[in-house]
């Protein structure tokens, strides 16, 4: 079946307010930061999930969605299982991409950096304190792996629900998070005729070069 002609016809203009230099902190952090809360004012859903890019040692791109956890100028964390595939594709390349898109806002960021795994501790603190079915789930899945039906996941469920049971649920030995320290971040804001605007920051040192791009 080809759609190519329902999908040509889908078009939106972007018509929000413009982005000039002059707009922007020279310290990109700030400006995330500035643009975060400016998302959470608006009640943009969802305002805290991001695009994950890893590349798998065969040199495959790979993208998924996880929820930004946290971040400040030492970078921008997210959790995850160890053992997942991003997990084994950080492990061989510790490069990864980030793209955040808040459609209401007609507003994009991306982060391309170098992931490091957290410390214990810091997994330890997150990790209490999240639903105890989120935290039994970390012990559920076995992230990636291939299994024969549901039946699988809600039976080690109510395994480990009983397990457990009136006790706090110790955080599983491949369970923590990943903080992605950047080297470029892209604010990306949509204009009329595809126009937009588009400014790169380029870590040079301790400074950031600031540039417009071509849309």
């Avoid at 004012?41 to 791109?61: I, Y």
């Avoid at 491949?174 to 204009?191: A, I, L, M, S, T």
Wanted: proline share 6%.
């Amino acid at each position: 079946m080809d759609n190519s002609a329902e999908l040509v016809a889908l078009r939106e203009e972007y018509c929000a307010h413009g982005l000039r230099r002059v707009d922007l902190d020279p310290d990109p952090f700030k400006q995330f930061g500035v643009w975060f809360t400016a998302a959470i004012e608006a009640g943009v859903r969802d305002v805290n999930a991001m695009t994950l890019a890893t590349v798998s040692p065969g040199g495959q791109p790979t993208g998924r969605v996880v929820l930004l956890k946290g971040y400040s100028h030492d970078g921008f964390i997210f959790y995850t299982n160890y053992h997942s595939e991003k997990g084994h594709h950080l492990e061989k390349n510790p490069r990864a991409g980030l793209v955040i898109l808040w459609k209401e806002l007609e507003r994009q960021i991306r982060i391309d950096g170098i992931a490091e795994k957290l410390s214990r501790d810091e997994c330890l603190r997150y990790f209490h304190s999240r639903p105890v079915g989120s935290q039994l789930g970390a012990w559920v899945s076995h992230q990636s792996e291939v299994i024969d039906a549901r039946r699988v996941l809600d039976a080690r469920m109510a395994e480990l629900t009983e397990r457990f049971a009136g006790q706090e649920i110790p955080l599983p030995p491949y369970w923590g998070g990943y903080r992605v320290k950047p080297d470029r971040f892209e604010f990306w804001q949509g204009r009329p005729n595809r126009l937009h605007d588009r400014f790169r920051y380029t870590r040079e040192s301790e400074s950031w070069r600031l540039e417009r791009l071509a849309p």
